[in-house]
């Protein structure tokens, strides 16, 4: 499985746009990059899922470069309620997932 | 749909006694996943199911954890001789292979244990 890293936290001032990148060497042919954010003592929800280029959802925007060795989530125009834990997972989305420590996103208003 | 649901959402046992978890999936789900989380870390994967075989165990599972599906719905997890270091929050998710735009895991609520 593909190791990922990315920032441990990052802070924003509400309205901003954010960009957690997260790098992943070793990602594999047939690994997806998925992403999800997790809220304190809730289980995590996700958020987008890319293969290469970049996809666009109501919730946020995911750049995938042509080499795919890393990978950007973009939040457009945080609010407060956009303070979570962003998880960065590399591999086949159906099996078990190897979650890191994640990104910790402070927003402030 | 209803979501992913966990029962209890919080334990509170003392050491050496044993504990059950159950989940139900997202009803036409056919693959169920358990997960431990800690403090500061992120999920860590302890087995998962489709349908009701189990397919993979982690080598971190402890011979005191065990998990059924019996029927491929409702999934149970067991801890016996519960350890403090079994102290966590267990997350269960689900998730079918027919998707129509991505494939995710739906998570449920969790099971926040306390063993004293």
């Known amino acids: 499985l593909a190791k990922t890293t990315q920032p441990i936290s990052m802070d924003s001032y509400e309205g901003q746009e954010v960009n957690i990148t997260c790098s992943h060497n070793?990602?594999?042919?047939?690994?997806?990059i998925t992403w999800y954010q997790q809220f304190p003592s809730q289980g995590p929800r996700f958020i987008i899922q890319g293969y290469k280029t970049k996809v666009t959802n109501e919730v946020a925007s995911l750049f995938i470069p042509a080499d795919r060795k890393s990978s950007t989530l973009s939040l457009p125009r945080v609010s407060l309620s956009d303070t979570a834990v962003y998880y960065c997972l590399v591999g086949d989305p159906l099996t078990p997932l190897v979650f890191g420590k994640g990104t910790r996103l402070s927003v402030i208003a | 749909d209803t979501g992913v649901s966990q029962d209890p959402r919080h334990k509170i046992t003392k050491r050496g006694q044993n504990v059950t978890f159950r989940c139900d999936p997202i009803?036409?789900?056919?693959?169920l996943y358990w997960y431990r989380q800690t403090l500061g870390q992120g999920p860590e994967f302890l087995t998962y199911f489709q349908n009701e075989a189990q397919l993979e165990k982690s080598r971190l599972l402890s011979d005191r954890f065990s998990a059924e599906r019996p029927k491929g719905s409702f999934s149970t997890l067991e801890i016996q001789r519960t350890e403090q270091g079994d102290s966590a929050m267990y997350l269960c998710a689900s998730s079918t292979q027919r998707q129509a735009s991505s494939y995710e895991q739906y998570f449920g609520p969790g099971t926040r244990l306390t063993v004293t």
């Open positions: 009803s036409e789900h056919n693959r």
């Open positions: 070793n990602i594999a042919t047939n690994d997806y």
